[in-house]
């Protein structure tokens, strides 16, 4: 590895060499903590599906070798002597970005997730103090710049809590953007990670909210999470029940898939937001029914820092965590395999105690 003049340290860690192995231990270094850094014991760190595309390389430019995880809690055990918010001791969380250029207009407005210069995602991203890629949350610590470190409500069960930093705020943003309230009618497709976050949110937020999955399993467990309705996407006398219904639908399917059917169920100016799918749409996106009824098709990603500090501060008052299965580090290429047979419920999340024994 191409190290800048920095010290760095040995890091145990799980991440994948190639795009066709499972992933496997592995070292990795982490610099050493600067004056407004923070260094995070990781206790939990819940597995999304964007660790899975990365890991397999799924949407091309994956850098290997690859260390996935972006739901990030855990215990601070060193803050360099500008940092401010932390001490040794307290609960701190990481989600999906670790730096931004923090100058630029996106920045400003506390959007760093659209920052012009490019984000630093947690994995996968460029390291601007060690000439090399980042490492996520697959691991014993991660060292971040106090700005991009999170306060976790006391009160939340903290495992569970490890999923909101990337399906939490994923769905919160949106949901937020499009101004989901009392009296919103929302869906949510696919009833996955982000997808039971999505209902468990707006229904906090006080929406009405539709799931949208493609078998009738997960119908109970959607209306145990909150959810008022399920819709079986697949029936077509289900999908007509609901034409013109929804302001919003949050769609968190991983896949290419057919859009089209769920603009038809969208309100005269309501949204379509994709948080799932990355490329081109097939088949191709239908514009009439969006431009006789002021549709909108759109996409969104995660949050910025202050509004994940909201989304958290909103989950501590209203008691919303995760749903989670919780795994040792080395049953990770299982997990991979079984979520992609949508046989979660609904989040894994790694013990890293399984990792560090
Ligand atoms: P997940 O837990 O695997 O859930 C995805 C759900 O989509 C499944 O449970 C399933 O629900 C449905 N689904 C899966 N394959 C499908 C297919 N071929 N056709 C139709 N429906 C399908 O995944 P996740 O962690 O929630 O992540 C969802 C997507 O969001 C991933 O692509 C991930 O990379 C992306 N993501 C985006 C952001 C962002 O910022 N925009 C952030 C995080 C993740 P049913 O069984 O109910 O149909
Ligand atoms: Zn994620």
Known sequence: MNIKNMNTTNVKAFGAAAADVDLTQMIIQRREVTATDVEI???????????LHTARNDWGGSIYPAVPG???????????????????????AVGCLVDSCRTCDSCKKD???YCLNGFT???NGKDKHLNTHTFGGYSEKVIVDEHFVLKVPANLNLEATAPLLCAGITTWSPLKHWKVGKGSKVAV??????GHMAIKLAKGLGAHVTLFSR???KEKDALDLGADAVIISTDENEMVSVKGKFDLIIDTVPYVHDVNPYVTTLNISGTLVLVGYLGGLEPILNTVPMILGRKSVAGSVIGGIAETQEMLDFCGKHNIVSEIELIKMQDINKAYERMLKSDV??????????LKG
Not at 42 to 50: E, K
């Open 41 to 51: 014991d990781i206790l939990y760190c819940g597995v999304c599906h964007s660790d």
């Open 70 to 92: 972006h739901e990030i809690v855990g215990r601070v055990t060193k803050v360099g002597s500008a940092v401010k918010k932390f001490k040794a001791g307290d609960l701190a």
């Open 111 to 113: 959007l760093e997730q």
């Open 121 to 123: 995602g947690t994995y």
């Open 189 to 194: 497709v696919g009833l996955g990670g982000l």
């Open 215 to 217: 078998t009738k399993s």
């Open 345 to 354: 419920r609904y989040r894994f999340v790694i013990d890293m105690a399984s």
